[in-house]
């Protein structure tokens, strides 16, 4: 079993959706929960950064931990056309300088107009 | 802005052949990563360095070696490419006790 599952998709929506994208992870050390934002044939970039469990917001995303669960989200509130990408969740254990983040697989999103 | 940049965005050579990447980053970051992205297989961590000179193995090292001679510059190299190395590279740098890591635009190696 993989330390942390996503599924990868793709997901398609239309403009304006509410799109919810998951992982889950079967270590419970897992502190540090990220989601990186990936267009085509570019890097990945960070979109939400949280601490150990609850909610956090930003604009049209919400980032939600549940550690009871070992589950992570992401929500897109008005889902645009721009929103297409590969959602990426990132984590890890502690923050020492040596440590690594564990990676999912990515879910491909595309937004209709 | 941190900015992370990548020698080439397209690179083709022959099995066999000594190929470098390189990657710099401009925030004077401690820690400097190198992945591979391939379908179905997501990030995988070849190598990462925390320190100029230092270096540590990440999940998939074989075949790979790494050089870090200055702080903003790590180098991805492959000794003897094979076609199983055609892929996605991507460097990353993150700042002392940041969690973020700030990745550059990726080299896609085809290796024939």
């Known amino acids: 079993q993989k330390e942390v599952e996503q599924d990868p998709g793709p997901l398609s929506v239309p403009e304006g959706a509410i799109v919810s994208l998951n992982c889950t992870y079967s270590n419970s050390a897992f502190q540090y929960f990220m989601w990186y934002r990936q267009y085509s044939r570019k890097g990945p970039e960070l979109l939400m950064y949280?601490?150990s469990s609850g909610n956090k917001e930003d604009g049209r995303f919400t980032a939600q931990v549940d550690k009871s669960s070992k589950y992570i989200s992401l929500f897109i509130r008005d889902s645009q056309p721009s929103d297409s990408a590969t959602y990426l969740c990132?984590?890890?254990?502690?923050?020492?300088?040596?440590?690594?983040?564990?990676w999912g697989l990515g879910t491909s999103l595309a937004v209709n107009p | 802005d941190v900015k992370v940049t990548q020698s080439s965005r397209y690179l083709v050579k022959r099995t066999g052949e000594k190929v470098f990447l390189e990657c710099v980053q401009d925030m004077d970051h401690e820690n400097m990563f190198w992945y591979r992205q391939d379908p179905g297989l997501g990030l995988r961590l070849i190598y990462f360095s925390y320190d100029v000179k230092m270096k540590e193995k990440g999940d998939i090292p074989e075949g790979y070696s790494v050089s870090r001679e200055k702080k903003e510059r790590f180098s991805l190299i492959l000794e003897s490419a094979s076609t199983n190395q055609t892929s996605m590279y991507l460097c990353a740098s993150r700042g002392q006790n940041q969690e973020t890591q700030y990745f550059g635009p990726g080299t896609r190696l085809l290796v024939l």
């Open positions: 949280t601490y």
């Open positions: 990132a984590m890890s254990a502690d923050a020492g300088n040596n440590r690594k983040l564990i």
